[in-house]
């Protein structure tokens, strides 16, 4: 019954190496986010999407591309992999993008970068 | 541009004394107040909110926050914590844009001894 869940795991590929991301949401909602948690845990927003439409891009390097291919379903892809990539991506979602609504989490991708 | 402060990086607490985690942001309008959390092991869930209203905030498993609006602070309490609380406690900001993005303190660690 995981709300939003996300794929892989970990994650742990060379520099230079494209890679991608899934998250599913099954909560109905129409909003989407990604968030990248670096190593001092501090997270920051990266993407957000409502109704499959761009949203936010938080000055994201465009190594990033973000995809949504439905409402349910928003992607990242990471080209050229580099060392700085390694953090923790969590991806959420809301019912809208009205500022009161939670946000709810996925469990996180782990991905380092070698 | 908007911030978040938490001030206590680490917090270590034994079973039944009070708590007390300081959260500051900065951003001269109106504001959406968070925090959230981060069980071991679990996804980021959501502890309490506040938009308007009453500036005291009751949330899940008995803790609340206090908005005070002229110290640009949401503070988060609970009267008496308990080995379960041991998490990652995680204060965050939006400024009623309607984009949903959420700012993010850095995190504060509980650790709650038996």
């Known amino acids: 019954d995981t709300a939003v869940s996300q794929t892989p795991k970990y994650l742990v590929t060379q520099m230079g190496n494209d890679k991608s991301i899934k998250c599913e949401q099954n909560?109905?909602?129409?909003?989407m986010y990604w968030y990248k948690q670096d190593s001092k845990k501090f997270l920051k927003i990266m993407f957000s999407?409502?109704?499959?439409?761009?949203?936010i891009n938080e000055t994201v390097p465009n190594r990033f591309s973000p995809k949504s291919p439905d409402k349910a379903h928003l992607n990242l892809h990471i080209n050229s992999l580099e060392l700085g990539d390694s953090a923790v991506y969590f991806c959420?979602?809301?019912?809208?993008?009205?500022?009161?609504?939670?946000?709810?989490f996925g469990p996180g991708t782990r991905l380092l970068v070698l | 541009a908007q911030s978040v402060s938490q001030h206590n990086h680490h917090v270590i607490l034994s079973e039944a004394a009070s708590l007390e985690l300081g959260c500051n942001y900065s951003?001269?309008?109106?504001?959406?107040l968070f925090w959230y959390v981060q069980y071991p092991g679990q996804h980021l869930q959501l502890l309490l909110k506040?938009?308007?209203?009453?500036?005291l905030v009751k949330g899940i498993k008995g803790f609340e926050a206090e908005f005070i609006k002229s110290k640009f602070s949401f503070n988060l309490r609970k009267p008496s914590v308990q080995w379960s609380d041991t998490a990652e406690y995680f204060c965050?900001?939006?400024?009623?844009?309607?984009?949903?993005?959420?700012?993010f303190g850095q995190g504060t660690t509980l650790q709650v001894k038996p």
């Open positions: 959420a979602s809301s019912r809208s993008l009205v500022d009161q609504e939670t946000q709810y």
């Open positions: 909560l109905g909602h129409d909003t």
């Open positions: 999407y409502n109704n499959k439409e761009l949203i």
């Open positions: 951003y001269g309008g109106t504001v959406n």
């Open positions: 506040y938009f308007s209203g009453d500036p």
């Open positions: 965050a900001v939006n400024a009623r844009s309607n984009t949903g993005k959420l700012i």
